[in-house]
């Protein structure tokens, strides 16, 4: 049902990287009560409802590797670095939140949310 709340897009493109790699959709859609709450912990920089979330159908994805361990984040770049690779096969333009800037550097993020895929939109 978290898939299903995202963008067609990013429901493809999960739906090929699950037949390789073992993986859990924690957030799609997100509404205003949820959003606020990872904000004020800090787990997101977005307050509703300006977070890809907070839309319908949501251009964001939280997907982690599973078994979900959140202490192994080489685990968690290896498996961003799978769904970068899938997303280039569909031609599905995402932005991995451990390279915000899209540099392919990930260790200069100033804040890491390392389960975050998100639809970029086409350039006008």
């Not at 280039?88 to 993020?109: C, E, F, H, I, S």
Request: glycine letters at 6%; hydrophobic letters at 35%.
């Amino acid at each position: 049902m978290r898939l299903q709340s995202c963008h067609y897009d990013l429901q493809a493109l999960f739906r090929e990287v699950i037949k390789y790699f073992d993986c859990s959709v924690l957030w799609g859609y997100r509404g205003e009560a949820d959003q606020n709450k990872f904000y004020n912990l800090g787990q997101s920089k977005k307050k509703y409802p300006d977070s890809k979330h907070n839309v319908t159908p949501s251009l964001a994805v939280d997907v982690v590797p599973y078994p979900i361990d959140w202490d192994d984040i080489d685990r968690f770049r290896y498996f961003a670095g799978f769904v970068m690779g899938i997303a280039a096969t569909l031609n599905v333009k995402v932005r991995y939140g451990g390279d915000w800037d899209m540099d392919t550097q990930v260790k200069d993020n100033k804040f890491n949310d390392l389960g975050h895929f998100e639809l970029i939109p086409p350039e006008t």
